[in-house]
């Protein structure tokens, strides 16, 4: 079991970082934007792509 003692410390990183990821899939679903996009973006990026998506204007959305 001693292998997995070095990830110990990383675990709450891991979990705050998936939450943070959920959190921008919804502010982007808000925005009428892909959720899913930002999801696997946010993943990658974290509380940059929160950033962004909270300086991103809200898309339009078409009448058809």
Known sequence: MDTLNH???????????????LINAGLAQGKNRSGLLWFALSLLLGPLATLIIVLLPKVRQTLF
């Open 7 to 21: 990830l110990d410390g990383a675990m709450p990183w891991f979990a705050g970082w998936g939450t943070l990821a």
